[in-house]
């Protein structure tokens, strides 16, 4: 039998436990708002820019992709006779103040270029559906090598080491140049947790990977070790301006970054400028 003590020193320790495990409860509770709310946190989105400067652009160029190299803007260009189209593909060195086409290399009618990127003394540049990587010579533009890669080509940069490719899906290759063998993939998903489709022209800026999302006015920043989304730059009043002033202009589609002087140039397709831009910030 127990006695009166004993038995409210049990009612006691019942009830300590009772309410030690409700505030343990409520403490679980809060951790796991608070984690969520740190999840739901949404990139920053950069809509104030400063042009700089603009520079002559081809109209006749269908802009694929854009590096800036020693004073100079390097161009991929796109499109195939043999399928119709008004333009042939080429690769171009551009006179930055000009405009003016420096060197000029055309790729064969029935084969559509896409992103361009230099690594050391080297060019690579990608095909939209041929499934052909192309290496030059930086000097001269000469074929060095052929690569075959399946699936679409579409963006290329380098953080100076591997390739990063884009084929207009939420994926990135990171590609070994020696070889054009896919080294690890990156999954790319916007603030909803989808995948982030259609990343287009890719360039490389102080440690991150920008994105031209096609058919928008908009660039998204990712990190290139997790995929994770960064921030989004939204360039819709330098679209509608040039769009105004183009009328045949088609889609944003072009960054490049001079990492010396810290400039950044945009442009697109069939534009007849290309754009110096500060942005307003970085965060």
Same mark, same amino acid.
């Given at each position: 039998?127990?006695?009166?003590?004993?038995?409210?020193?049990?009612?006691?320790?019942?009830?300590?436990?009772?309410?030690?495990?409700?505030?343990?409860?409520?403490?679980?509770?809060?951790?796991?708002?608070?984690?969520?709310?740190?999840?739901?946190?949404?990139?920053?989105?950069?809509?104030?820019?400063?042009?700089?400067?603009?520079?002559?652009?081809?109209?006749?160029?269908?802009?694929?992709?854009?590096?800036?190299?020693?004073?100079?803007?390097?161009?991929?260009?796109?499109?195939?006779?043999?399928?119709?189209?008004?333009?042939?593909?080429?690769?171009?060195?551009?006179?930055?103040?000009?405009?003016?086409?420096?060197?000029?290399?055309?790729?064969?009618?029935?084969?559509?270029?896409?992103?361009?990127?230099?690594?050391?003394? *080297?060019?690579?540049?990608?095909?939209?559906?041929? /499934? $052909? &990587? =192309?290496?030059?010579?930086? %000097?001269?533009?000469?074929?060095?090598?052929?690569?075959?890669?399946?699936?679409?080509?579409?963006?290329?940069?380098?953080?100076?080491?591997?390739?990063?490719?884009?084929?207009?899906?939420?994926?990135?290759?990171?590609?070994?140049?020696?070889?054009?063998?896919?080294?690890?993939?990156?999954?790319?998903?916007?603030?909803?947790?989808?995948?982030?489709?259609?990343?287009?022209?890719?360039?490389?800026?102080?440690?991150?990977?920008?994105?031209?999302?096609?058919?928008?006015?908009?660039?998204?920043?990712?990190?290139?070790?997790?995929?994770?989304?960064?921030?989004?730059?939204?360039?819709?009043?330098?679209?509608?301006?040039?769009?105004? *002033?183009?009328?045949?202009?088609?889609?944003?589609? /072009? $960054? &490049? =970054?001079?990492?010396?002087? %810290?400039?950044?140039?945009?442009?697109?397709?069939?534009?007849?400028?290309?754009?110096?831009?500060?942005?307003?910030?970085?965060?």
């Amino acid at each position: 039998m127990i006695d009166k003590n004993m038995r409210a020193f049990l009612i006691i320790s019942v009830c300590l436990m009772i309410f030690s495990c409700g505030v343990s409860s409520n403490r679980v509770e809060e951790n796991k708002n608070t984690n969520l709310a740190k999840n739901d946190s949404k990139p920053t989105t950069i809509s104030s820019f400063e042009i700089v400067k603009e520079y002559k652009h081809d109209t006749a160029a269908f802009t694929q992709g854009l590096v800036f190299h020693n004073g100079f803007l390097y161009e991929g260009t796109g499109g195939s006779r043999t399928r119709g189209d008004d333009f042939s593909s080429s690769l171009r060195k551009i006179e930055v103040e000009s405009g003016k086409v420096l060197q000029k290399r055309d790729l064969p009618n029935d084969v559509f270029g896409e992103g361009i990127v230099i690594l050391g003394d *080297k060019i690579y540049q990608l095909t939209w559906k041929e /499934g $052909i &990587a =192309y290496e030059y010579g930086l %000097d001269d533009f000469k074929l060095i090598k052929e690569f075959r890669y399946s699936g679409e080509g579409w963006g290329l940069t380098s953080d100076g080491k591997n390739l990063f490719q884009s084929d207009g899906t939420h994926v990135i290759r990171v590609v070994n140049p020696e070889n054009f063998e896919t080294v690890r993939t990156i999954s790319v998903f916007d603030e909803d947790g989808s995948p982030l489709m259609e990343l287009n022209e890719l360039e490389y800026v102080k440690g991150e990977i920008w994105a031209n999302i096609w058919q928008t006015n908009r660039i998204v920043r990712i990190d290139p070790e997790s995929g994770k989304l960064l921030g989004w730059i939204d360039l819709s009043k330098l679209v509608d301006d040039e769009m105004r *002033k183009t009328p045949a202009a088609d889609v944003l589609n /072009g $960054i &490049a =970054y001079d990492e010396k002087s %810290d400039r950044l140039f945009v442009t697109g397709k069939l534009w007849s400028r290309v754009f110096e831009i500060k942005l307003s910030s970085i965060g």
